[in-house]
């Protein structure tokens, strides 16, 4: 399998978390791409140029990653990422929604630069600060299995303190911060670091 990926893309690291958690990271070339670029390469995996991209090995290309991770919990071993019935995706559900919001500051940023401060860029830092909050609340101490939820969770929390590093995230889900804390040794959490 090749993976398309950029290095602090939050989509890319759920993906590159569930495959080290399930034990395939070794079995998928890795692939970093400006996705900004237009690679002839990458256009052809994926004409709309985002990352992740997994082009599995019988040649089928998958382009958004929860249906990446939906593949690898199909091919590969277990734990599953998307267990846990409603409530786990539920949670996982609310992290993602927190790095969307986040993804959509740094691309609005591009075209507009007081993007901030106008009604979509108050918006999606709204929806940041309030996604927290209720992943947050909705956080288990122990984080469960480490499966989808404690992946996003984790992703959510290290990507928001990494673009926008003079806000306390953290101070708004400690259970969450104190969770990441302990993991932070866990190969997918220290592997996956965004680093730009």
Excluded at 14 to 22: G, Y
Excluded at 120 to 144: H, I
Aim: charged share 20%; net charge negative.
């Amino acid at each position: 399998m090749k993976l398309y990926a950029n290095p602090t893309s939050p989509f890319v690291r759920i993906v590159r978390m569930a495959l080290i958690e399930k034990g395939l990271n070794e079995t998928v070339d890795t692939t970093f791409v400006d996705a900004w670029a237009d690679d002839p390469a990458f256009l052809d995996a994926n004409p709309a140029g985002r990352v992740p991209t997994l082009v599995t090995d019988d040649g089928a290309r998958l382009t958004e990653a929860l249906l990446i991770l939906a593949h690898l919990d199909a091919v590969g071993t277990t734990p599953a990422v998307l267990a846990g019935g409603p409530a786990a995706l539920s949670a996982a559900g609310v992290a993602i929604g927190v790095f969307d919001a986040a993804v959509a500051v740094i691309i609005g940023r591009k075209s507009a630069p007081d993007f901030d401060t106008g009604l979509v860029g108050q918006k999606r830092f709204r929806t940041m600060q309030e996604g927290l909050r209720r992943l947050d609340a909705a956080f288990p101490e122990s984080g469960g299995s480490f499966g989808l939820p404690a992946i996003a969770a984790i992703t959510a929390l290290d990507y928001l303190v990494f673009r926008f590093p003079d806000r306390d995230w953290r101070g708004l889900c400690p259970t969450v911060a104190a969770f990441r804390d302990a993991q932070a040794d866990r190969p997918s959490v220290r592997d996956t670091v965004p680093r730009g």
